[in-house]
């Protein structure tokens, strides 16, 4: 728990911020104390609403001269507990939603930080243009969260994460001033990048207040197929395949294993079975393409071979929208499928995409051996080579036993990624979740590197301090 905030450095955030502009009221906070899942849960002294980047940096500017610390929110989705503060003053950019340029010949949108995902989408459309990232909880995330964490999603195999997406970024730095940094060029080589360096800090080197985004082209044709088949050493093969022959059309390619596909269908309403038997495995393909037709003329030629060769079990092709819709549905709640089941320990990790099936067998077989009648359910974007490895606990298994051995069971799961020289956190960061065991896996260099930064930035620490190295 970070120290109580002095009374007088109150008084002068709710004088900046005006009416309106801050709360301490307990009902109006408490979504924000709480996070999706009921894993973590906060206090805050004060939140703060800021409504442009002057607030913003005023706020910021009263704390670093007091040594007050803030943890910054965006839509709250984040996986890791890195937006639930602990004493800290809470900003939220719930205010700042502007869209404040869409440019076409610049191929860029420009807004503000609390602008949600959702919206980024419908702006582009609005301009016969599109922004390729998406994830399953794009009605909340936020433009500012989505930068800070490095969202991924469905679309990186094509597009790549937000690293790529975010052309220019404006920020309150922890001394209280502002960068504006928001260009929307496309190359820019004019040494160290201050922009990366505020991607994926997770609130660490200061407050993203707007960005410019890169836009793309709406394309024409798009198909979505969903395919069974007997292994991820076969869905590896496959998405080879999908890579070399579909003429760059391929856009995501989505791993799921029976038991998540059952727990989807046996807890989550609505859903059917996406095929008439049922696969070990599954892999959800989404084409695109800019030609009218090519998208689903590429899917057709890859899964008719596949079919063919053996590689493949079975497949459908999403003839409407709507079984698009419900096929990507399976896909988006392998999460919210396993919530009934009690406990689970949760990775979302990383490996090179030709070590993937290797690390599901080794680390299920390790996990097993371990941990008898335990439930692996795997999936994710085996496309880029990221695995969410979810382990539940025994079917009737006490929730409270399984829980308490979460950290040892992790353990086992890291130390087999780390020998595959993958990741411990592919897409969510590291948040309150991970960030003391990141430093396990990180060499001294790098972590005496990273601290150096930091300090340099905010020598008070007093951005998200809990958070990171
Ligand atoms: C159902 C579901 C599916 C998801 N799928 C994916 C997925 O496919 N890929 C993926 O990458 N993530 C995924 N996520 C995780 C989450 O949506 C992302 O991490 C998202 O980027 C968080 O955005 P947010 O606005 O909710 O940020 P928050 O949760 O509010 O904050 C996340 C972090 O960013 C910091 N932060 C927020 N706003 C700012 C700001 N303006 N300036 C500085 N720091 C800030 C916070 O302090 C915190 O450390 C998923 C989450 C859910 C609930």
Redesign the pocket.
């Known amino acids: 728990m970070t120290a109580a905030v002095p009374a007088d450095v109150i008084s002068r955030l709710k004088a900046v911020l005006g009416e309106g502009g801050w709360s301490d009221d307990p009902e109006r906070l408490a979504p924000k104390l709480v996070e999706?899942r009921d894993r973590w849960s906060g206090t805050t002294p004060l939140l703060a609403l800021p409504r442009s980047a002057d607030q913003a940096a005023a706020v910021v500017g009263i704390c670093a001269a007091s040594g007050v610390a803030i943890?910054?929110?965006?839509?709250?989705?984040?996986?890791v507990g890195?937006?639930i503060p602990q004493g800290e003053i809470l900003l939220s950019?719930e205010k700042m939603r502007a869209l404040r340029d869409l440019d076409p010949f610049d191929d860029v949108i420009v807004v503000e930080?609390g602008v949600t995902l959702a919206a980024v989408h419908e702006a582009a459309l609005a301009a016969d243009r599109m922004f390729p990232l998406s994830?399953?909880?794009e009605g909340?995330?936020?433009v500012?969260?989505?930068i800070?964490?490095n969202?991924?999603?469905?679309a990186v195999l094509r597009y790549g994460t937000m690293r790529g997406l975010v052309l220019g970024i404006e920020a309150v730095l922890p001394n209280g001033e502002i960068w504006n940094g928001l260009k929307r060029l496309r190359k820019d080589n004019t040494g160290y990048d201050l922009k990366q360096l505020l991607i994926g800090a997770?609130?660490t080197l200061?407050?993203?207040t707007a960005a410019s985004l890169k836009l793309y082209p709406v394309l024409a044709s798009r198909a979505v197929a969903f395919v069974g088949l007997q292994s991820p050493q076969d869905a590896i093969r496959l998405l080879a395949r999908a890579k070399a022959e579909t003429g760059g059309a391929l856009e995501a390619f989505e791993l799921m294993g029976r038991r998540g596909i059952g727990l989807v269908l046996k807890n989550i309403e609505g859903q059917r079975e996406p095929l008439a038997g049922e696969h070990p495995w599954y892999v959800l393909i989404e084409t695109a393409s800019g030609e009218p037709g090519a998208a689903e003329a590429a899917m057709e030629r890859l899964l008719a071979r596949a079919l063919e060769d053996e590689l493949i079990q079975d497949a459908a092709i999403a003839q409407t929208d709507a079984q698009a819709k419900a096929f990507w549905a399976l896909r988006e709640n392998q999460?919210s499928g396993q919530k009934r089941e009690g406990a689970a320990w949760k990775h979302d990790v990383s490996v090179p995409v030709s070590r993937m099936a290797d690390f599901i067998d080794e680390a299920t077989r390790a996990i097993e051996a371990w941990a008898p009648g335990v439930r692996v359910v795997a999936f994710g974007h085996v496309g880029d080579g990221n695995v969410h490895y979810d382990v539940l606990a025994p079917v009737g298994g006490d929730p409270a036993v399984h829980a308490a051995r979460r950290d040892e069971g992790s353990r086992i799961v890291h130390d087999i990624i780390a020998r595959m020289d993958g990741s411990i956190s592919a897409?969510?960061?590291l948040?309150t979740m991970k960030s003391a065991e990141a430093l396990l896996y990180k060499s001294p260099v790098e972590i005496d590197a990273l601290r150096a930064i930091r300090a340099a930035l905010d020598p008070k620490r007093i951005m998200?301090p809990r958070?990171l190295f």
């Open positions: 999706w943890t910054p929110q965006g839509g709250n989705t984040g996986l890195g937006q950019l930080a994830l399953a909880s909340s995330a936020t500012g969260g989505l800070s964490t969202a991924g999603g469905t997770e609130g200061g407050v993203v999460s897409e969510h960061g948040g998200n958070v």
